[in-house]
């Protein structure tokens, strides 16, 4: 059995040092995703997406950074954490980039909040929480292949506070000064002399915390004077020169500017001196950059064809690039990019859209990525031609803990929901004479609550339950319905009857199906008739949802909700399980409970959507898993009391009565269980006693077949049928291991597990596993969501004899 991954999606972490991009090496993007970091490379034409999925790490990955190897083949990562510990990567290329963490460093005491690299240089820097900077050396020979690190200094910061960002640069051919800056509104600068790093000055003039250091040459000359932008959450950037001699270098006209005249004192051109061992310096403020409405996260300097040029991100949802103007010496803004409407996306119950955290440049300074506070990439590409950027097909992702996933029933689309209170829809796009790459299509439901479970009804419907006590119906709109033909190639039955599209009413937590009307149509507008509605969100135009490509995070945050249908109630605490039946007629749904008369799992009908009374009654604790048999005759569920039970269809209109339960199930809680459809009704379950049991039904009992031990907890367990009497079936951990297995209906006993590589599975519990309907015997998938951020779909390849 051969085991591979098909695509991973994960979100990124809402952290402004937590991504980098290689300039040499492998010219890679790494970023971190929980206690993870995503290998992608936003240059690839297919479009594949996450590469790799590092994991290592016990805590969120706070900072990642690339160590400059001036080779093609190799590439080396520094990232640290909230476990408080530095790690080192190197990577090499093949098929797949192949990283390996070669070293772990726990010497500061808080977690590691950024790193600073120096370019042509073995000197790197750490900050940490612990309210100190540690400097170090890399140790490596030629080729990279051995790599060690040794820590040169540790410098305490005083007074205490902790250092958001450091900058490093070459000041001349002797020292090296190092920039730090954090949660107090200056900036502190430190030159080294000898070995070790001193206080050399300090920067006033922010007035707020300082987010974002960076260094250059204000040419490629390596005798020109540095410069370090400083950004702020007082929504100013700040150019600072640092001028080589005894002489100042020319007064700067920027404060001269009339725009300026309101600041007054915090606009001082004071020279600080600071001294290396080869000379004097000094450093002057230089330009006030004027334009963000809100908190600026990064800034990031970069020489664009013959002009430097220094890209920011704010909170304010846009990205913009600076240039000084050849004329007047003055920094404007010539690009601003992201999101400039005042209509901002909803992406969750508050409807913020919480700004951009990250904004890179490319290795060749005509790509720009972006990360959102949904864990979304943005990316956009300059054209010569057409003297602008326009924006391309990114790559997405939940950011908390995936609770829940399933397929269509026909296997044409897998739909996923997760704690980040969204649900989301992935699908291949399907193009000629490329390989076909998953994406997100569509976001059906943004929500106000953590979403928990979700089941398909028909191949245009599905089910979620989250923790508001009720569960919700969302059909297809036909604009998915249209994109999903035209770019995966997914026939729909028929579109008449469904709505154009749907949105959130402001302050609702239901999707309300709205109409598309032509780019021309004028719109009702009370008596008026006008070009545009009161309200823009409760029209949409027919161009908006005409996609030629997977659709941006604008997109999918603000245009591909799917219209909510219907709710069910009954419950009285939050959703924990839902199963529809094979013929799609009857839902089964539990909630979390701590006693007989919450424990119950409740049956509604989908004809009418009405609960079908009684309750079933048999369960004490939660109930973890519910599914119906293959052929509907029975319903099984499992849960916390350590108990399965099997519920048998009487003749009665869809009533379901007890015909077997086992108290004693496990010895410990059951957190999974699946059909397998065989001859003889056979299922399984998956307890936190670290094993997998395989169950047979017969005439008058129920035998235990098997037991497939586990190195953990098993949190999740499903089976897949193959034909002449055998199955497939997959099971997760705790830990977050998968192991798969194909067994004989004769030789149930017989059972060996394939693992999943550690370096493909999961780094955090698994929560649901599912096979991908419709596959052949060969080449199986299954979709798996973990509490690590991550959603994938594995190949698993069956020699058939």
Same mark, same amino acid.
């Given at each position: 059995?051969?085991?591979?991954?098909?695509?991973?999606?994960?979100?990124?972490?809402?952290?402004?040092?937590?991504?980098?991009?290689?300039?040499?090496?492998?010219?890679?993007?790494?970023?971190?995703?929980?206690?993870?970091?995503?290998?992608?490379?936003?240059?690839?034409?297919?479009?594949?997406?996450?590469?790799?999925?590092?994991?290592?790490?016990?805590?969120?990955?706070?900072?990642?950074?690339?160590?400059?190897?001036?080779?093609?083949?190799?590439?080396?990562?520094?990232?640290?954490?909230?476990?408080?510990?530095?790690?080192?990567?190197?990577?090499?290329?093949?098929?797949?980039?192949?990283?390996?963490?070669?070293?772990?460093?726990?010497?500061?005491?808080?977690?590691?909040?950024?790193?600073?690299?120096?370019?042509?240089?073995?000197?790197?820097?750490?900050?940490?929480?612990?309210?100190?900077?540690?400097?170090?050396?890399?140790?490596?020979?030629?080729?990279?292949?051995?790599?060690?690190?040794? %820590?040169?200094? =540790?410098?305490?910061? +005083?007074?205490?506070?902790?250092? !958001?960002? #450091? $900058?490093? /640069?070459?000041? *001349?051919?002797?020292?090296?000064?190092?920039?730090?800056?954090?949660?107090?509104?200056?900036?502190?600068?430190?030159?080294?002399?000898?070995?070790?790093?001193?206080?050399?000055?300090?920067?006033?003039?922010?007035?707020?915390?300082?987010?974002? %250091?960076?260094? =250059?040459?204000?040419? +490629?000359?390596?005798?020109?004077? !540095?410069? #370090? $932008?400083? /950004?702020?959450? *007082?929504?100013?950037?700040?150019?600072?020169?640092?001028?080589?001699?005894?002489?100042?270098?020319?007064?700067?006209?920027?404060?001269?500017?009339?725009?300026?005249?309101?600041?007054?004192?915090?606009?001082?051109?004071?020279?600080?001196?600071?001294?290396?061992?080869?000379?004097?310096? +000094?450093?002057?403020?230089?330009? !006030?950059? #004027?334009?963000?409405?809100?908190?600026?996260?990064?800034?990031?300097?970069?020489?664009?064809?013959?002009?430097?040029?220094?890209?920011?991100?704010?909170?304010?949802?846009?990205?913009?690039?600076?240039?000084?103007?050849?004329?007047?010496?003055?920094?404007?803004?010539?690009?601003?990019?992201?999101?400039?409407?005042?209509?901002?996306?909803?992406?969750?119950?508050?409807?913020?859209?919480?700004?951009?955290?990250?904004?890179?440049?490319?290795?060749?300074?005509?790509?720009?990525?972006?990360?959102?506070?949904?864990?979304?990439?943005?990316?956009?590409?300059?054209?010569?031609?057409?003297?602008?950027?326009?924006?391309?097909?990114?790559?997405?992702?939940?950011?908390?803990?995936?609770?829940?996933?399933?397929?269509?029933?026909?296997?044409?689309?897998?739909?996923?929901?997760?704690?980040?209170?969204?649900?989301?829809?992935?699908?291949?796009?399907?193009?000629?004479?490329?390989?076909?790459?998953?994406?997100?299509?569509?976001?059906?439901?943004?929500?106000?609550?953590?979403?928990?479970?979700?089941?398909?009804?028909?191949?245009?419907?599905?089910?979620?339950?989250?923790?508001?006590?009720?569960?919700?119906?969302?059909?297809?709109?036909?604009?998915?319905?249209?994109?999903?033909?035209?770019?995966?190639?997914?026939?729909?039955?028929?579109?008449?009857?469904?709505?154009?599209?749907?949105?959130?009413?402001?302050?609702?937590?239901?999707?309300?199906?709205?109409?598309?009307?032509?780019?021309?149509?004028?719109?009702?507008?009370?008596?008026?008739?006008?070009?545009?509605?009161?309200?823009?969100?409760?029209?949409?135009?027919?161009?908006?949802?005409?996609?030629?490509?997977?659709?941006?995070?604008?997109?999918?945050?603000?245009?591909?909700?799917?219209?909510?249908?219907?709710?069910?109630?009954?419950?009285?605490?939050?959703?924990?399980?839902?199963?529809?039946?094979?013929?799609?007629?009857?839902?089964?749904?539990?909630?979390?409970?701590?006693?007989?008369?919450?424990?119950?799992?409740?049956?509604?009908?989908?004809?009418?959507?009405?609960?079908?009374?009684?309750?079933?009654?048999?369960?004490?604790?939660?109930?973890?898993?519910?599914?119906?048999?293959?052929?509907?005759?029975?319903?099984?569920?499992?849960?916390?009391?350590?108990?399965?039970?099997?519920?048998?269809?009487?003749?009665?209109?869809?009533?379901?009565?007890?015909?077997?339960?086992?108290?004693?199930?496990?010895?410990?809680?059951?957190?999974?269980?699946?059909?397998?459809?065989?001859?003889?009704?056979?299922?399984?379950?998956?307890?936190?006693?670290?094993?997998?049991?395989?169950?047979?039904?017969?005439?008058?009992?129920?035998?235990?077949?098997?037991?497939?031990?586990?190195?953990?907890?098993?949190?999740?367990?499903?089976?897949?049928?193959?034909?002449?009497?055998?199955?497939?079936?997959?099971?997760?951990?705790?830990?977050?291991?998968?192991?798969?297995?194909?067994?004989?209906?004769?030789?149930?006993?017989?059972?060996?597990?394939?693992?999943?590589?550690?370096?493909?599975?999961?780094?955090?519990?698994?929560?649901?596993?599912?096979?991908?309907?419709?596959?052949?015997?060969?080449?199986?998938?299954?979709?798996?969501?973990?509490?690590?951020?991550?959603?994938?779909?594995?190949?698993?390849?069956?020699?058939?004899?």
């Amino acid at each position: 059995m051969e085991i591979s991954c098909e695509f991973s999606s994960i979100g990124g972490n809402r952290n402004p040092a937590a991504a980098d991009w290689d300039e040499d090496g492998l010219q890679l993007l790494a970023f971190g995703a929980d206690n993870c970091i995503a290998l992608w490379d936003p240059q690839d034409e297919e479009l594949h997406g996450v590469q790799a999925i590092l994991s290592g790490h016990t805590k969120a990955v706070n900072a990642v950074k690339f160590f400059s190897t001036k080779s093609p083949d190799v590439s080396v990562l520094l990232s640290g954490s909230a476990d408080n510990s530095l790690r080192i990567w190197r990577g090499g290329r093949g098929k797949h980039a192949q990283f390996e963490c070669v070293k772990t460093v726990s010497e500061h005491t808080g977690p590691i909040t950024r790193i600073a690299t120096l370019q042509a240089s073995d000197i790197f820097a750490t900050g940490a929480s612990d309210g100190t900077v540690k400097i170090w050396k890399l140790v490596h020979d030629s080729d990279f292949s051995s790599l060690d690190v040794e %820590l040169l200094q =540790t410098i305490a910061l +005083s007074p205490k506070y902790f250092p !958001l960002n #450091l $900058a490093l /640069a070459n000041l *001349d051919e002797s020292s090296i000064v190092l920039a730090v800056a954090g949660t107090r509104s200056t900036i502190q600068i430190f030159v080294s002399q000898d070995t070790q790093f001193k206080l050399s000055g300090t920067l006033t003039g922010h007035e707020g915390w300082i987010r974002a %250091l960076a260094f =250059t040459r204000e040419s +490629s000359d390596e005798t020109s004077d !540095l410069l #370090l $932008a400083s /950004a702020s959450q *007082d929504k100013y950037i700040r150019l600072w020169r640092i001028h080589r001699g005894d002489e100042l270098p020319a007064t700067s006209s920027a404060l001269n500017d009339p725009a300026l005249g309101g600041f007054g004192k915090s606009l001082s051109n004071k020279a600080h001196w600071i001294d290396s061992t080869a000379a004097k310096h +000094s450093i002057t403020f230089e330009a !006030l950059l #004027l334009g963000h409405e809100d908190w600026i996260y990064t800034a990031s300097w970069r020489h664009r064809d013959g002009k430097l040029q220094l890209l920011s991100t704010s909170e304010d949802n846009s990205l913009a690039i600076w240039e000084s103007d050849p004329n007047s010496g003055v920094w404007v803004c010539i690009t601003r990019l992201g999101e400039i409407s005042a209509q901002k996306g909803s992406t969750s119950a508050t409807g913020s859209a919480g700004g951009f955290w990250i904004g890179l440049w490319s290795p060749d300074g005509n790509a720009l990525v972006s990360l959102g506070r949904t864990g979304s990439w943005r990316r956009w590409t300059y054209s010569d031609t057409e003297d602008m950027w326009a924006q391309q097909v990114a790559i997405t992702g939940h950011v908390r803990e995936v609770r829940g996933v399933c397929w269509s029933r026909d296997g044409s689309y897998m739909v996923s929901t997760s704690s980040d209170q969204t649900t989301r829809l992935f699908s291949q796009w399907k193009r000629k004479d490329i390989t076909p790459s998953w994406h997100e299509f569509s976001r059906p439901q943004i929500h106000g609550y953590d979403l928990n479970c979700i089941d398909a009804v028909t191949n245009s419907q599905f089910i979620s339950g989250a923790d508001e006590k009720l569960l919700r119906i969302f059909d297809e709109p036909k604009g998915v319905a249209e994109m999903l033909n035209n770019l995966c190639d997914i026939r729909m039955s028929t579109t008449a009857d469904l709505p154009d599209a749907a949105n959130i009413p402001v302050l609702g937590l239901s999707n309300k199906a709205i109409q598309a009307v032509g780019d021309d149509e004028p719109v009702e507008n009370e008596d008026e008739e006008e070009r545009e509605a009161l309200n823009p969100s409760s029209v949409v135009r027919k161009s908006t949802l005409d996609f030629q490509h997977p659709p941006f995070e604008d997109h999918l945050a603000r245009h591909l909700l799917w219209p909510e249908t219907e709710k069910l109630y009954g419950h009285g605490y939050e959703i924990s399980a839902v199963a529809v039946s094979r013929d799609g007629g009857l839902i089964a749904t539990a909630c979390r409970a701590s006693s007989i008369d919450h424990a119950v799992i409740r049956l509604y009908d989908t004809k009418n959507w009405l609960e079908v009374k009684p309750a079933l009654k048999a369960h004490s604790l939660t109930v973890t898993a519910l599914q119906f048999s293959p052929d509907d005759k029975y319903l099984l569920s499992a849960g916390r009391d350590r108990q399965w039970v099997v519920w048998e269809r009487s003749d009665e209109p869809a009533l379901y009565t007890l015909r077997h339960s086992n108290p004693k199930g496990h010895t410990r809680m059951i957190l999974g269980a699946s059909w397998a459809a065989l001859d003889q009704p056979t299922f399984l379950t998956a307890g936190r006693d670290k094993s997998v049991k395989i169950w047979q039904i017969t005439d008058t009992e129920v035998i235990l077949k098997t037991t497939v031990t586990a190195n953990a907890a098993v949190t999740a367990v499903a089976c897949n049928n193959l034909p002449a009497d055998g199955a497939m079936f997959a099971f997760g951990t705790e830990t977050g291991a998968i192991g798969i297995r194909s067994v004989e209906f004769d030789a149930l006993d017989k059972v060996g597990v394939s693992m999943v590589g550690t370096g493909m599975s999961p780094a955090r519990t698994i929560n649901q596993i599912v096979w991908r309907p419709g596959r052949s015997i060969a080449q199986q998938q299954v979709a798996v969501a973990s509490d690590d951020t991550s959603l994938r779909i594995y190949n698993v390849s069956v020699s058939v004899q």
